[in-house]
């Protein structure tokens, strides 16, 4: 009888030590996971992307807030999604209040990667989630933003070709990844279209164009740089046949040169209109034996809200070489050209265009017929 009551205690014993057991792996399975679920949790909150100019950045997985640091960028943000832009580059122009609305006009300017003027404590006082920015020459490199400011920064592609891919990108980092499909495609399509229209002209059928810039007209961009995309894309003949000093920047000529060149056509550039370029250049004597003069062939380019060709190199472009490939070759670009800027500015601007402001638009813009 005394060894059975032994046993029975021994097994007693021997299960509470067994349920203990059990218990505290139990408590520890539990904890574990009540600590992957926090560690996931914490994970999620943050992702890493590649920007477009290679670096790896990581980002907050919900972005709220994003803050331009460069003229194109600005551009783009506000096609994706405005309202998360809450800080820009540049000061719009006064007449593009109509397209864009009080609350983009309003937003404070902050000064770009590109120049002198960025302002840092600006930008933090608007405790942006992101930064983004382009990958054109930096006085202030996005590495150096990003440790001082400790927010992240993407930088993007300024290059034509590369407009869908930016979309895609911005998309991807701003959680937009439908709206930046539906503008990447829509760029792609555009651009493969006008690319297929113009590969068929003949060398000897394309346009020899000047892209006048400066207050004067006597600064412009040589072919294949950021600014001179546009004309490069429709096989128009850039007559500047020059060296830069700086790439992508506005190289100064003499009015020997452009003579000597006699360009068919003249591009009125964003920093000419400051002159009054176009209003001067059929009145100007040193301008009377040029070609393009002659032949009434000094266009405007349509530059509301953002211009069509450059300054700012950005997603305007899509209808801007629309706009000249159809101005320079309209028997290879057969476009209703009012109908794709209608297009344009209800897919990328949501802004339904009438008749009279898209005659407006392309006032001086278009061959009067």
């Not at 405007?300 to 190199?313: G, V």
Request: include cysteine.
């Amino acid at each position: 009888m005394k060894k059975d009551i032994m046993c029975i205690n021994f097994k007693s014993a021997a299960m509470k030590i067994i349920c203990t057991i059990t218990c505290l792996f139990l408590f520890a399975g539990c904890s574990k996971a009540a600590q992957e679920k926090t560690t996931d949790n914490k994970e999620a909150l943050t992702k890493e992307v590649t920007d477009m100019s290679g670096r790896k950045v990581t980002i907050p997985t919900k972005v709220n807030k994003v803050v331009s640091l460069s003229n194109n960028t600005t551009v783009d943000l506000y096609t994706l999604d405005p309202d998360k832009l809450v800080g820009l580059s540049f000061t719009p122009k006064a007449e593009a209040k109509k397209y864009l609305g009080d609350k983009f006009i309003n937003l404070p300017v902050l000064g770009t990667t590109s120049d002198k003027k960025l302002d840092y404590e600006s930008v933090l006082k608007l405790k942006p989630d992101l930064i983004v920015c382009s990958d054109e020459d930096e006085v202030y490199p996005a590495d150096d933003i990003q440790e001082q400011l400790k927010i992240p920064v993407v930088k993007v592609s300024t290059d034509l070709e590369s407009t869908d891919k930016v979309y895609k990108f911005l998309g991807e980092c701003l959680g937009e990844q439908q709206r930046g499909k539906e503008l990447a495609d829509y760029s792609r399509k555009t651009i493969d279209n006008i690319k297929s229209l113009v590969k068929s002209i003949p060398e000897d059928k394309k346009v020899k164009v000047y892209y006048a810039e400066g207050g004067e007209g006597l600064q412009t961009d040589i072919s294949g740089n950021v600014h001179t995309e546009v004309l490069d894309l429709v096989q128009g003949k850039n007559v500047a046949d020059i060296a830069e000093e700086k790439v992508g920047s506005m190289a100064s000529v003499s009015m020997e040169q452009v003579l000597s060149w006699n360009p068919d056509v003249i591009l009125e550039g964003a920093t000419a209109v400051k002159g009054d370029f176009f209003k001067n250049v059929y009145s100007d004597q040193k301008w009377a034996n040029i070609k393009a003069v002659k032949d009434k062939k000094v266009y405007k380019i349509p530059a509301l809200p953002f211009n069509f060709f450059d300054r700012p190199p950005s997603a305007a472009r899509i209808i801007g070489i629309e706009w000249l490939g159809n101005l320079l070759y309209p028997d290879y670009v057969k476009l209703d050209i009012n109908t794709e800027i209608k297009n344009f500015y209800k897919t990328f601007y949501n802004y339904n265009l009438t008749d009279d402001e898209v005659k407006y638009l392309l006032n001086n813009a278009i061959i009067n017929k």
